[in-house]
């Protein structure tokens, strides 16, 4: 025998008096009178036998009777919403919302973005730069690519893609201020996109954590630390999946034939109910299928290793060149780890 449920109506009164803390903004939302939202509360109250809120002020605030029963009803009333939209939305058709990593938005996305659009001419997409696990359970949000552990278990949660790091520096600072060795970062100043964590794992891996270390600036995000990087103000960490491009038009060079694998990832993630819709699905497997042809799943980091040992060769090569006692001194002033 199924259980028994409150009535529908006295819910929608109990959701919207809830999220608004205010039964006159929940009046409003439904249409209704104040009068008709307390009757529907008190109703629901009678229904369950409990209290559910307790009036603070000008506000209502929830007993913990309330707190309780919130999250089932938000998402129930979510789930039909989304069942709703999926039966009048076509595969193809419609608006999406994905918020993205910033430098992977802008190096990788966007660049490729052409291929989805082409493709999907009528899906109209709404991109947003953020690396914010929290925006998962934002209605507004359909998917997030996020860098991460991938550890959110209330969410559809797929790895994309893992990365390498290494320093990237333009051609124009590595030209005036040479880094023919490890120790010769301490010249520089080191651009940051976290709280150093990422930069101590790769001098880690080159066994030059005790290194000098001169300026140092932190940024927001990956994204900035690489337009840094770009402008000639440091070095900065660049990975296997966004800096490829970079390396390849000859805007970052990588002095170090050395990448080390980051302590986290790439991950698609979106609410469940939000995976179930059509139009999420198109655009979730159009990512994993864009990687795939980017040769990256197969061999993740062929394209920017290759890229790596370039530069090492033309290292070599400039070394060669250079007078038999110069050749001598940048011997001489190499660190644990350097350019082959």
């Known amino acids: 025998m199924a259980a028994r449920l409150p009535p529908l109506n006295p819910l929608r009164a109990f959701e919207a008096t809830a999220r608004h803390g205010s039964l006159t903004k929940a009046a409003g939302e439904l249409c209704v009178t ?10 629901l109250e009678a229904s369950l036998d409990v209290k559910l809120f307790d009036r603070v002020g000008q506000r209502l605030r929830l007993t913990p ?3 309780e029963l919130l999250p089932a009803v938000s998402f129930a009333f979510e789930s039909i919403a989304s069942a709703t939209a999926r039966m009048t939305r076509p595969t193809t058709t419609g608006t999406l919302a994905v918020t993205c990593v910033p430098a992977l938005l802008s190096y990788w996305l966007i660049p490729r973005l052409d291929g989805f659009t082409s493709r999907y001419p009528e899906i109209e997409l709404t991109l947003h730069a953020a ?16 860098y991460g552990d991938g550890n959110w278990p209330d969410f ?7 990365l390498d790091l290494f ?9 005036t201020k040479p880094i023919r060795s490890i120790r010769d ?9 976290d709280d150093g964590r990422e930069w101590h794992n790769w001098l880690a ?23 840094a990087a770009v402008h000639g103000h440091g070095v900065a960490l660049g990975d296997t999946v966004t800096a490829s491009s970079l390396l390849a038009r000859g805007l970052l060079v990588a002095p170090f034939n050395l ?17 179930a819709a059509p139009i999420v699905r198109v655009f979730i497997d159009w990512l994993f299928a864009a990687m795939q042809d980017d040769g990256a799943r197969a061999e993740p980091h062929a394209a920017a290793q290759k890229l790596l040992r370039r530069t090492a060769s033309q290292s070599r090569s400039k070394r060669r060149d250079e007078p038999p006692g110069q050749r001598a001194r940048s011997r001489a002033g190499k660190g644990a780890v350097s350019r082959p």
């Open 185 to 193: 970062l301490g010249e520089h100043t080191l651009l940051h996109a």
């Open 259 to 275: 990448a080390v694998p980051a302590v986290d990832a790439f991950y698609v993630a979106c609410r469940h109910e939000a995976r």
């Open 156 to 162: 559809w949660v797929r790895p994309w893609s893992k």
């Open 205 to 227: 891996h080159a066994d030059a954590v005790e290194i000098a270390r001169g300026r140092q600036h932190h940024m927001s995000d990956a994204r900035l630390s690489i337009e």
């Open 34 to 43: 104040h009068g008709a939202v307390s009757h529907q509360i008190r109703a």
């Open 167 to 175: 320093p990237v520096v333009s051609p124009t600072l590595a030209n």
């Open 65 to 67: 009777h309330g707190a």
């Open 131 to 146: 690396n914010d696990p929290a925006l998962l359970s934002s209605a507004e949000t359909d998917i997030c690519i996020l």
